[in-house]
C-alpha cells in the first residue's frame, strides 16, 4: 500500500521542519489544502473542512439512530413518486375537463 501521508509546512512551528498530517486516503495539509491519494490538488477549491474523509464514512452507517435509514429513505422516494404521480393525473384530468367546457 502507497504511502498517503503528505508533507505540510507546519504553521504553528516556525522552524523549517515539515509536518505530517494524514487520514485515510484523504490527505489534509495545514495550508488549508486537501489532496486525495490519486490526485495531487484539492477539487473546486475544497477545503479540509468542506471534505468528508474516506474513513469516516462508514462509521456514520454503524450509529443506532441511522439504522434503517436506507429503508427510510426508499419508502420516502416511493411515496414522493406517487404523490407525483397523483398530482400529474389530476392535472390532465383538469385539463381535460376545461378543454370540454371550451368546445
Known amino acids: 500500500m502507497a504511502d498517503t501521508s503528505v508533507v505540510a509546512k507546519s504553521v504553528h512551528n516556525p522552524s523549517p521542519k515539515p509536518t505530517i498530517v494524514s ?3 484523504t490527505k489534509i495539509c495545514e495550508d488549508g489544502e ?3 491519494a490519486s490526485k495531487g ?3 473546486n477549491g475544497e477545503s479540509c473542512r468542506n471534505r468528508v474523509v ?3 464514512k462508514w462509521k456514520i452507517s454503524l450509529l443506532p439512530r441511522f439504522q434503517g435509514i436506507d429503508e427510510r429513505a426508499d419508502e420516502f422516494i416511493a411515496k414522493f ?3 407525483m404521480k397523483l398530482e400529474r393525473e389530476q392535472s390532465i384530468r383538469e385539463f381535460e375537463e376545461m378543454l370540454k367546457r371550451s368546445a
Request: net charge negative; proline share 0%; no cysteine.
Open 23 to 25: 487520514h485515510g486516503a
Open 34 to 36: 486537501t489532496r486525495s
Open 41 to 43: 490538488r484539492a477539487e
Open 54 to 56: 474516506d474513513d469516516d
Open 81 to 83: 413518486r406517487n404523490d
